[in-house]
């Protein structure tokens, strides 16, 4: 079975500068998360997605952060203008929705992005 | 609200030795408990969890995890650490309250495996 699928890798840009990042979660898994994780800390939630509506964005900076996941599959995290504080990880993340394994969230290998 | 801890923010054990990597918990109802290991510029990657029934769980690559839930702790070990299990582990909360997953994560703890 496929993993969660994420890209770019890697992604260095120029403060102001625009990035979009592409997930696409393991087959039939209907809730998705965004998160982000700044060297040395714990994974922060962006936010969730179950199938294609949000259930949480309390913590997304709305003012230049933007997620969309159309057809309840790929999910795509935009941010625009980028400021040197959001070179971080952007781990996307993927689960069932109920069931004993929709307990359990499976991450990919996530986007790494350089502000400079 | 959900959260969870992990006091040590670095663990040094030799080789061959047992590990022990340290988490408390705080939540409301059934905790539901996992643990996550980062390695350098990988995605986290799932090695177990606790839903209910025995209180040691057995997960990937050997380690394991004790859920004592008059400590409100869930650990991770390993009888013998192996140079390979350097790494950074994450112990995770779900949270479904909601109706839908909530995920919380605590800061981590770097694990040095000395030869």
């Known amino acids: 079975e496929a993993g969660v699928a994420q890209s770019p890798r890697y992604k260095i840009i120029e403060k102001r500068q625009s990035v979009a990042f592409w997930c696409n979660p393991i087959?039939?898994?209907?809730?998705l998360y965004w998160y982000q994780q700044i060297l040395g800390q714990g994974p922060k939630l962006l936010i969730q997605?179950?199938?294609?509506?949000?259930?949480?964005d309390s913590q997304l900076p709305k003012d230049r952060f933007s997620a969309e996941r159309l057809k309840g599959v790929d999910s795509t995290l935009k941010i625009q203008p980028a400021k040197l504080e959001d070179s971080a990880v952007y781990l996307c993340?993927?689960?069932?929705?109920?069931?004993?394994?929709?307990?359990?969230?499976?991450f990919g290998e996530g986007s790494w992005l350089t502000v400079v | 609200a959900q959260s969870v801890a992990q006091p040590e923010d670095q663990v040094n054990v030799a080789e061959g030795n047992p590990l022990t990597v340290k988490c408390t918990y705080s939540v409301s109802g059934n905790p539901y408990l996992f643990w996550y290991v980062q390695y350098p510029n990988r995605g986290l990657q799932f090695l177990l969890k606790y839903i209910t029934g025995d209180n040691l769980v057995k997960g990937s690559y050997g380690f394991e995890a004790e859920f004592n839930k008059s400590q409100t702790s869930f650990h991770l070990k390993k009888p013998s650490a192996l140079v390979s299990d350097s790494a950074l582990y994450f112990c995770?909360?779900?949270?479904?309250?909601?109706?839908?997953?909530?995920?919380?994560f605590g800061s981590g703890t770097k694990l040095n495996v000395k030869p």
């Open positions: 995770a909360v779900r949270d479904g309250l909601m109706g839908f997953n909530k995920f919380y």
């Open positions: 993340a993927s689960s069932l929705v109920r069931g004993p394994s929709g307990n359990t969230i499976y």
């Open positions: 087959s039939g898994h209907a809730t």
């Open positions: 997605f179950q199938n294609n509506g949000v259930v949480d």
